[in-house]
């Protein structure tokens, strides 16, 4: 093995382990920096005294004296090829820093990495350190296999493992930080003698208050991917911190700072002035942000709960709008569920939502997919292209989607009363996976996703008698005493459909224990309230037309759960009748008063819940008369407001007399 080869080969490193499954922390992975920018010289307010690695030296005199073997010959660099093609036998003092970058950067793999420094005579500390930090680049996704024996058997490396481990300080703060990073990400044991050294000389330059914002920065997340959020000297970093001059911290600097304290949620509050600060500084570095960035303060806002920074989040939202192609799967499903989270939505993020989802709905991931769903169903947008491309994305790839996700699509096609163009083969496939896979649906998911599928009028009927089976009922209470308003609701709302819609259903009813008597409750609805505004001035409007309140009633509710805005009783002969009359009522007449919240953001489009309302409604018995809100909003006075109710009524119902 790797490890074991390592131990033998170097007693300096006998306690470099590197861990299998590093500790999971509590907090998000930490993302350094070092994938965000180039890597080249950082100052330093520190001058260390000299101190180079010599690479050869330590690879082979060390090897040699250490074993007794003569490792010459085994110590050839790996890739000679490179140092004699392409002329980098020499002494740094022949190559300036900007070459060395230069061709740092240029390396695509950490063999290239140390291929390329081993035909170096020295090194000094701050580019052996940005080695480090290159090899973390290119190789951090090749897995940790990979990672073993490409880089901890390579000569090149242990070399520079050793003199770190001796001398750390001889480091400057740059390279002290930076190999601590470094070395973190490759998930080297934090009880390896080379980590604590280096910790240990970090936290003694820390006391000493001798590292600058960035060093500081560094060593915040490296310690927190060590020792976990609960670090005693985190608190420590943090305060120092709080002493610098923001208008001093280059952008990945201040996202770095978002990702320390978002480490550190259980203190936020302590910490909420400086997040103040932060917040509004970070506002005039918004648009010097890279996507991944932008990501990573988004996610750091809502784990921070920072709802006072409605600004910053606006500001972001806009760059959002750019990035958009270039957010990776993860990164755009992060900053979605914040957008979500603060509540930011607008028209443009829409339009690049509905190119980017419809140009790579089949390539893109689920999670995603579902996402990009769920953020058009919250908002209530209804967009035909996204909506479209996520019913393609089904039917073509149904296997890759979980249970959850799969509700949670066919969820925002029922919120948004939406039929696709394939919708008959998007059911097909629907019904199919749910034969297939019905056990792996919990209850509650698989109740909503029937529920949304009737709100569409494509009725479950296949799975009603499983839905009202005493079997299922119990699984769907669980461990709980009673069940939750809302699955009630959608049971008997499930249970009226298939009287009202399905009338040749002929299994299992609902019992009535389980049956609610009202869709309209305040905190889980499936009836939109009316709009207040709206109503009043409907209201005034009715009693103006009709000449009394008394012929008809408001906020009526049946004996069918429903609640009707406006109920007016008719007689054989088509006259109003008073409501309190109840003998030779010929026909009932329901008013529904239609504001915004009951249509699709922007549009004249019902929301399905409102949707199914009026086709049952009508399937009652009742004359449904919508009066939506974009039509009263037009009218300029209350004369116009009663010859459109007029118009409204009598043109429904030419038997209509007052």
Known sequence: MALTALRRTLCRLSDFPVRGAP???????????????????????????????GLRRACWKEFHSENGNDLHAAAEPVCSHVRDGDGFQQNLKNMD????????????????????????????????????????????????????????????????????????????????????????????????????????????????????????????????????????TLDLIIYQLQGEKLENFPPEDIVALYRILQACTEKADQHQTFLNKINNFSLSVVSNLSPNSISQILTALV????????????????????????FTNKELRKV???????????????????????????????????????????KQILSEPILNAVAETFVCRSEKFSPTQISELFEAFGKLNYLPPNASVLFRKLEDTLFTHFNSFPPKTLLKLLHSCSLLECHPVNFMAKLF???????????????????LAQLTQLLLTSILECPFYKGPKLLPKYQVKSFLTPCCSLETPVDLQLYKSVMSGLI???????????????????????????????????????????????????????????????????????????????????????????????????????????????????
């Open 469 to 487: 089976s005493p079997y299922f009922l119990q699984r769907l209470l669980g461990e709980e005493s009673h069940l939750d308003r809302l699955s």
């Open 97 to 232: 820093e900007q070459t060395f970058y230069r061709r740092l950067n240029s390396s695509t793999s950490s063999e290239e990495v140390l291929s390329f420094i081993n035909t170096l005579q020295t090194l000094p500390e701050s580019m052996a350190a940005a080695a480090l930090q290159r090899i973390c680049e290119v190789e951090k996704n090749g897995g940790e296999q990979r990672l073993l024996k490409a880089i901890l058997e390579n000569h090149a490396f242990q070399a520079l493992c050793v003199q770190l481990e001796r001398e750390p300080s001889k480091l400057s703060d740059t390279g002290l930080v930076t190999a601590l990073q470094a070395l973190t990400l490759l998930d080297v044991d934090p009880q390896s003698n080379l980590l604590r050294n280096l910790v240990a000389e970090c936290q003694h330059r820390l006391h000493r208050g001798s590292l600058e914002a960035h060093g500081l920065c560094a060593l915040g997340e490296s310690l927190i991917k060590l020792q976990g959020p609960g670090c005693a």
């Open 303 to 326: 784990v921070l709960d920072q709802t006072q920074a409605l600004p910053l989040v606006i500001k972001l939202g806009k760059y959002v709008v750019r990035y958009i192609p270039h």
């Open 336 to 378: 979605l569920e914040a957008l979500l989270y603060f509540g930011h939505n607008d028209r443009f993020l829409t339009t690049a939502l509905e190119q980017h989802v419809a140009s790579r709905c089949l390539t893109l991931d689920p999670e995603v997919v579902s996402t990009v769903t769920e953020y058009c169903s919250r």
């Open 23 to 53: 500790a999971a922390l509590q907090s998000p992975p930490v993302n350094h920096t070092v994938g965000s920018e180039r890597l080249g010289p950082r100052p330093s307010s520190r001058q260390p005294e000299p101190f180079r690695v």
């Open 544 to 658: 103006a037309f009709l000449g009394a309140r008394q012929y008809f009633a408001s906020k009526v509710l049946t004996p069918y759960c429903y609640t009707i805005d406006v109920e007016m009783k008719l007689d054989e002969e088509g006259f109003v009748l008073p409501f309190t009359v109840n003998e030779d009522v010929h026909k009932r007449v329901a008013l529904c008063i239609d504001g915004p919240k009951r249509f699709c953001l922007n549009s004249k489009h019902l929301l399905g819940k409102e949707a199914i309302k009026q086709r049952h409604l009508r399937l009652l018995g009742y004359e449904v008369i919508q009066i939506p809100y974009y039509e009263i909003e037009m009218l300029k006075s209350r004369l116009e407001l009663v010859e459109y109710l007029q118009r409204k009524l009598f043109s429904q119902n030419a038997g209509i007399c007052w």
